[in-house]
């Protein structure tokens, strides 16, 4: 693993911590078993990873009631999680909602929602993006209006990641002065919430129709679009860290079957087609890890180029793990697109991931502008 600012051989540990939780409770049968539920998640196991080893709250403040480390480790977690495949709503809560409170301002909605964020018994996700698929606050049609002393919501949010289970859900709305973040709970008069059937079966989504919805507004009603900007880069980071974790899995999947499966009384790795192909798949991955770990360094220090290298890291992170998937399925043969070879569900994985917060083309856009091309 290569050592960046912090302490490398914690984060091994945790490493190991993480990767024996998800060999229990996240192997291939779990994740198929789990893939086929409406609730997508193991509430058990869910509480077993906040409870014994604290990830919900690895990123929240200590004084908030979590463990106060920052997106070097939590990248640790979400490539574990990447590798194996994990169905759960930690990408929604952790990623995407707690890191929109930890930059709305708001202290009341901190005190009130990340304590129990960190303890797993809420999980919350993030209401953005609406039918057209884009994953930008100027795109925002959902109306927020005042209705006496509170906001009333009137809209449609596609593709919420964990929508349907949610128990607070963070609508981004437009407002007379702005764009505004408000927190709904999951269960509110007037909320329509639809599980999507997409692709991915193991990243459960969901559509919400909000009817004169009442919701609390964080922070102001007009610096919702910054909290949000914010908590997008830091989600391309930890969608960029599961990326390189499903691409290395492919990387072990082809490897461990070009030493097993025998073609021609030799081994397939030992033709040179398939050595090639395993050495370029390789290289993408360590390519991938790196453009990965200088992301979650500069989320670390809060540099200036965060928003250069989330973009960065998301779209040759996402690249990389579409091509690892279809190469695995390739030298899998026949076999690797069967329904009882792992090798489908990477390769579904990697192509949501492909078009969550934006697809590579468009982060590659978005690079070019920030640098001035």
């Known amino acids: 693993m290569t050592d960046v600012t912090g302490d490398a051989q914690d984060r091994e ?7 024996s939780l998800l060999e229990r409770t996240s192997s291939d049968a779990d994740v198929r078993r789990l893939m086929e539920t409406d609730q997508g998640y193991d509430a058990a ?67 009130e929602w990340l304590p129990s964020i960190a303890a797993g018994e809420t999980v919350a996700t993030l209401a ?26 009137h809209g449609t949010k596609w593709f919420v990641l964990d929508g349907h289970i949610a ?4 609508v981004v709305a437009r407002t007379d002065g702005g764009v505004g973040v408000f927190a709904v709970a999951g269960d509110a008069a007037g909320l329509t919430r639809e599980p999507m059937v997409t692709m991915d079966a193991t990243r459960k989504m969901a559509r919400l129709t ?27 980071v930890a969608l960029a860290a599961e990326c390189v974790g499903g691409a290395q899995k492919c990387l072990e999947l082809s490897a461990d079957y070009a030493g097993e499966r025998v073609q021609f009384g030799r081994p397939i790795g030992s033709f040179q087609a398939v050595k090639h192909k395993l050495a370029n798949l390789l290289i993408q991955v360590e390519q991938a890890r790196s453009a990965s770990y200088f992301a979650a360094r500069e989320a670390a220090q809060e540099g200036p180029d965060l928003a250069m290298a989330a973009s960065l890291a998301k779209a040759y992170t996402a690249d990389a793990f579409f091509a690892a998937a279809a190469d695995t399925i390739q030298i899998h ?14 390769f579904k994985r990697a192509k949501s991931s ?14 070019a502008q920030r640098i001035g091309i």
């Not at 953005?128 to 919501?153: C, F, N």
């Not at 492909?354 to 690079?367: S, T, V």
Request: overall charge negative.
């Open 354 to 367: 492909e078009l969550l917060f934006g697809d590579p083309a468009y982060h590659r856009e978005l690079l």
């Open 45 to 111: 196991a869910w509480q077993q990873a906040a409870t014994q080893v604290g990830l919900t709250g690895l990123g929240i403040p200590e004084e908030l009631g979590g463990s106060g480390f920052g997106p070097l480790e939590q990248a640790v977690v979400f490539e574990e999680m990447g590798r194996a495949l994990y169905c759960g709503p930690f990408f929604a809560t952790v990623a995407l909602a707690a890191n929109v409170l930890l930059h709305s301002g708001d202290d009341a909605a901190k005190k």
């Open 13 to 19: 540990i945790l490493r190991q911590s993480v990767r």
């Open 210 to 236: 909000l009817d004169g919805v009442e919701g609390r507004l964080v922070g102001t009603d007009t610096a919702g679009a910054e909290a949000v900007t914010r908590a997008l880069q830091l989600a391309a």
């Open 167 to 170: 128990h607070l859900v963070l």
């Open 128 to 153: 953005l993006t609406e039918e057209s698929g884009e994953w930008d606050v100027a795109s925002v049609a959902t109306t927020a209006t005042r209705a006496g002393d509170g906001w009333r919501l």
């Open 333 to 346: 043969g026949g076999i690797g697109f069967t329904w009882e070879h792992p090798a489908h569900l990477y």
